[in-house]
């Protein structure tokens, strides 16, 4: 009595184990884009003084402003670094 019931059980355990590989594979994307966004969270929360300075920055001179100044910084740096 317990030969059919075995069998049916080891059936199940293994498409149980085939359905939960697919569920995997197929949450592999969400998985690494949730990981980059927890390392950006992290980042922000490490260090909200300096990421609230850019955006009262943004917000008072506009992107493109704040764009233009640091493109600029950024080629002064680069000459006097030689």
Do not use: N
Request: hydrophobic residues 50%; charged residues 25%.
């Amino acid at each position: 009595m317990s030969g059919p019931l075995t069998e049916r059980r080891q059936e199940l355990v293994a498409r149980s184990g085939e359905q939960r590989a697919a569920i995997v594979a197929a949450a592999e994307p969400l998985l690494r884009t949730a990981g980059a966004t927890d390392r950006l969270l992290s980042r922000v929360r490490r260090y909200p003084v300096p990421l609230a300075a850019l955006g009262v920055a943004v917000v008072l001179f506009g992107s493109r402003k704040l764009f233009d100044v640091a493109s600029r910084a950024l080629t002064v740096y680069a000459l006097f670094r030689r």
